[in-house]
C-alpha cells in the first residue's frame, strides 16, 4: 500500500458538547478539508444553541502535556487557536510554541460566547496580547473582540489610563483598528465582519487592506462561525494556499455551511459543517446506485 503523508492540523480550543463551535467544530471542518486533525483541549463547556450552563478548565500542565505529546510526534504544518480560558492555559501554550516553530499559526482570540458568557479570564486576555499575538501570523477578532483589544493597545504600556470604550461602526475605523493592532503586536489581521448590520464584509490586513466583501445571510445558524472560518484558514494554508486565497477560501466554506438550512437546537443553530462532503458522496452513491 502507498504511503500517505497529508497535511496536519492541530486544533488548541475548548470542547463544546453541542458539536457546533469549539474542538467539534474545528475537526469537522479539518476534515471537510480533507486535512488530518488533532486536538489539545483547554476547558470543557457544558453549552448547546441557547447558551452555555458551565466551564471547567483543563490545567496548565495537562495542556502542556497534550502540546507536548503532539508536537514531539506529529507535527502540525498549522495551528489554530481558541478558546483559552485561563492566563495557565496561555502560557502553556505560548512557551510550546516558542520552544517548537510551526509555519502557520492562527489566533482567533475569543473572549465571550454568542450567547454573552465570557470565555477568558481578564488576566488571560493580557497574556494572550502579549505573548500570543506576536507569535501570531494571523488574529481573527470580531468587531467586539478588535474593540476590547484596542482599550487594551490605549490602556497599556505607553499610556497607563484606561480607554473605557472605543466603538467600531463602520469601514474606514475597521481599516483603522486592524492597522494599530497589526503595528502593536506585529501580525496580520481578519477583523470579521459578521457583527455589522447590512453587511458581512471581512478585512484582511497584511501589508495593507484586502476586503471580502459578502452580503449577510439572513439565519440563524451562527453558532460556531468564528471557529469555523479560524479551522479553514488554518487548514487551507497547511494545503499549501496564500494567505489571501485560504482566507477567500475560509469564507466560501463558511457561507456554504450557514445556507444549507440545517435545523437544529432552539437557539443560535450549528454550521452544516460537511455540505461539501455529502454533495461529494452522494453524487458517488447515486452513480454506484443506477
Ligand atoms: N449573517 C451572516 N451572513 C454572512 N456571513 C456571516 C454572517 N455572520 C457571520 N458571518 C461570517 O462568518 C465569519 C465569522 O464572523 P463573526 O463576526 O460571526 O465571528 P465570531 O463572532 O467570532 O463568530 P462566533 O459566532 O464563532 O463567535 C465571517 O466570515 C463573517 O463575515
Ligand atoms: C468551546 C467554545 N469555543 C468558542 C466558542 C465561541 O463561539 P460562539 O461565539 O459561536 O458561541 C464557544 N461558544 N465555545
Redesign the pocket.
Known amino acids: 500500500m502507498n504511503r500517505k503523508n497529508p497535511p496536519v492540523v492541530l486544533t488548541i ?4 458538547c453541542s458539536g ?4 467539534q467544530a474545528d475537526l469537522k471542518t479539518m476534515s471537510a478539508f480533507d486535512v488530518y486533525g488533532m486536538s489539545v483541549i483547554t ?1 470543557v ?1 457544558a ?1 448547546n444553541t441557547c447558551g ?1 450552563t458551565g466551564v471547567q478548565n483543563v490545567t496548565g500542565e495537562m495542556i502542556r502535556l497534550q502540546l507536548e505529546a503532539v508536537m514531539s510526534d506529529i507535527m502540525p504544518d498549522a495551528v489554530k487557536i ?2 483559552l480560558a485561563t492566563a495557565d492555559a496561555v502560557e502553556a501554550v505560548a512557551d510550546i510554541l516558542e520552544k517548537y516553530h510551526v509555519e502557520h499559526v492562527i489566533l482567533d482570540p ?1 473572549m ?4 454573552g458568557r465570557s ?1 477568558l479570564e481578564a488576566e488571560g486576555k493580557e497574556q494572550m496580547l502579549r505573548r500570543l499575538f506576536p507569535l501570531a501570523e494571523l488574529v481573527t477578532p470580531n468587531i467586539p473582540e478588535a474593540e476590547e483589544i484596542l482599550k487594551a493597545v490605549d490602556g497599556s504600556v505607553e499610556n497607563k489610563q484606561t480607554v473605557s470604550s472605543v466603538q467600531i461602526t463602520d469601514q474606514t475605523m475597521m481599516e483603522k483598528a486592524a492597522q494599530v493592532i497589526r503595528q502593536k503586536y506585529g501580525c496580520n489581521v481578519l477583523l470579521k465582519g459578521g457583527h455589522m448590520t447590512q453587511v458581512a464584509d471581512d478585512l484582511l490586513y497584511q501589508i495593507q487592506a484586502v476586503w471580502f466583501p459578502a452580503q449577510r445571510i439572513d439565519c440563524t445558524n ?6 469555523t472560518l479560524s479551522s479553514a484558514i488554518a487548514s487551507a494554508l497547511a494545503r499549501g494556499c496564500s494567505l489571501k486565497e485560504a482566507v477567500g477560501i475560509a469564507k466560501v466554506y463558511v457561507r456554504s455551511a450557514m445556507s444549507t438550512g440545517l435545523d437544529l437546537g432552539h437557539g ?1 443553530g450549528p454550521l452544516d459543517h460537511n455540505w461539501s462532503i455529502s454533495s461529494a458522496v452522494l453524487s458517488q452513491s447515486d452513480q454506484s446506485s443506477r
Open positions: 480550543a475548548g470542547s463544546d457546533g463551535a469549539g474542538i476547558a463547556t453549552q452555555v481558541g478558546m475569543v465571550v460566547s454568542t450567547s470565555l451562527t453558532h460556531g462561525t468564528g471557529c443560535n
